[in-house]
């Protein structure tokens, strides 16, 4: 009994490969554009939040 037929499997891995890849690009190549100091200022801005997520005005 052929459950998966080498054609078809062969097309899902790839699309499966393909689907990582973008994946992992597409989030990468947004943080290679931020430069250091804004990485840095939204990460102290994340670390200091309160915990119901709201700003606190000052």
Known sequence: MDV???PGLG???LAGI???T???LIPARAAARLTIAKVLHDEW???TAPAHGRPVKK
Do not use: P
């Open 4 to 6: 998966w037929r080498a």
């Open 45 to 47: 801005n994340t670390s």
């Open 11 to 13: 097309l899902r891995a």
């Open 18 to 20: 393909v689907l990582a």
């Open 22 to 24: 973008l994946g992992a």
